[in-house]
């Protein structure tokens, strides 16, 4: 986990790491998402460190929650469009 990650009590192998980062030579600031698969993404663009921790302790429960949604209907329209799902009468 990279130093001063900020992460979920959850499994860390299967789970995205959230952390402080700006951008080289600007004062914009971001959380950077580390996913286990070694994938970063950025969300949103902060005034400030203290910006960002704030927003990764009230809102990342939310944005966590949604992108593990995305990522299950995501695998299931996948799945479903191999012809693998089996529907029920």
């Known amino acids: 986990m990279a130093r001063g990650a ?6 860390d192998s299967r789970h995205p790491t959230l952390v402080p980062d700006r951008l080289t030579g600007d004062d914009v ?36 929650a949604d992108y ?8 299931w329209d996948r799945v479903a469009s191999a012809g693998k799902v089996l529907v029920a009468n």
């Open 68 to 75: 593990e949604r995305r990522r299950m209907n995501d695998r």
């Open 29 to 64: 600031w971001y959380v950077q998402v580390l996913f286990p698969d070694g994938r970063i993404d950025h969300v949103g663009v902060f005034r400030d460190k203290l910006e960002v921790r704030d927003w990764i302790a009230q809102n990342s429960a939310a944005w966590l």
């Open 6 to 11: 900020i992460a979920y009590d959850r499994d």
